[in-house]
């Protein structure tokens, strides 16, 4: 009796077991299909405008129009001039000048709290970086509008040199410090997680300490790096509070830092803002900036993932 009683109470207790799991498994199925979903949906949502967008905007002109004023209504482009070259040549100045200052603060700090700061500095402050990290990006753009820009307008007015308030100098430097802080807790992690016994051996063949890092540690440590670096890139080239509150609204086709320059999603955030009715080239160039951004960023991530895998079945 006691056995049998015993049984049932082991058998119940396996399927209700095997129904728990069953239902944290459909949940998190769920999930995942919940956010495959919106992301295709949202990109669906796209597609479909930037081809209402192209049966009016002939997508030669879009993509490589050299002059984009949606506004500026003429007998030669009676809808507009949609031409983005000028929208992602300023975008990618200020990505640029912005991994120009990230990259070797990030990596350089990540090095030094990973490999040569003591237990008690790091305790410190790697806490105080995924701070930074986490400052709202519009703290960054007041940062950009009050002190940074005004501060290079008036050093370039000292000294000869026009350097506009809105400059993608100064934008690029808000840009690189805001990104700073996330390359380095990520290459921080990548370093901390390369095995001791990488270093140890490099030390135990007679090279120097740096030596050690440049040459074993570092090596081991590319994939990772570069993900958080290209990761980085994807950051800068759609942040849109920074570049709202200090870039311009006129596109130029330069390459001059000094200058005013605007940037995609600038000219989204202008598209979009008042009461727009979706029926007209200007709205829907919006909606094809979005696209073209989308497909950019995608492009960065594939990269970051076929550079982790490639390298990381090398050092394994």
């Known amino acids: 009796m006691v056995n049998c009683l015993a049984l049932q109470t082991s058998k119940l207790e396996f399927k209700m077991r095997n129904i728990m799991e069953w239902f944290v498994k459909a949940s998190l199925f769920c999930c995942v299909a919940i956010a495959i979903l919106v992301t295709l949906a949202i990109v669906l949502l ?77 305790t410190i402050v790697k806490p105080i970086l995924e701070i930074l990290a986490g400052i709202p990006t519009v703290v960054y753009g007041f940062f950009a509008v009050i002190a940074v820009s005004p501060l290079l307008h008036d050093v370039g007015t000292y000294l ?31 370093l901390a997680s390369i095995p001791g016994a990488i270093r140890d051996g490099s030390l135990a063949l007679g090279a120097t300490f740096s030596e050690s890092i440049k040459r074993a540690i570092l090596p081991a440590a590319f994939p990772g790096i570069m993900a958080a670096i290209l990761l980085a890139i994807s ?7 920074v570049v709202v509150m200090a870039a311009g609204y006129s596109a130029r086709l330069t390459a001059n830092p000094f200058d005013a320059v605007t940037t995609v ?33 995608l492009l960065l991530n594939l990269m970051a993932i076929r550079i982790v895998r490639h390298y990381r079945e090398k050092y394994d």
């Open 46 to 122: 796209m597609l479909i405008e930037s081809i209402r967008f192209f049966k009016l905007i002939p997508i030669s002109d879009f993509l490589f129009g050299l002059r984009w004023a949606p506004g500026a209504l003429t007998t030669e482009a009676p809808l507009g001039y949609f031409g983005i070259v000028p929208l992602f040549l300023g975008t990618f100045l200020i990505t640029l000048i912005a991994m120009g200052i990230a990259i070797p603060l990030g990596l350089f700090s990540a090095i030094y709290l990973s490999q040569y700061a003591s237990g008690q500095v790091r």
């Open 160 to 190: 000869g040199l026009s350097i506009s308030s809105e400059s993608a100098l100064g934008i690029g430097i808000v840009m690189g410090i805001m990104i700073t802080p996330y390359i380095a807790s990520l290459s921080d992690d990548v």
């Open 235 to 241: 950051r800068a080239i759609g942040e849109t509070m």
């Open 265 to 297: 999603t600038v000219q989204i955030v202008s598209l979009l803002t008042g009461d727009q009715a979706f029926d007209n080239p200007k709205t829907l160039a919006a909606f094809a900036l979005g696209l073209t951004l989308f497909f950019i960023t």
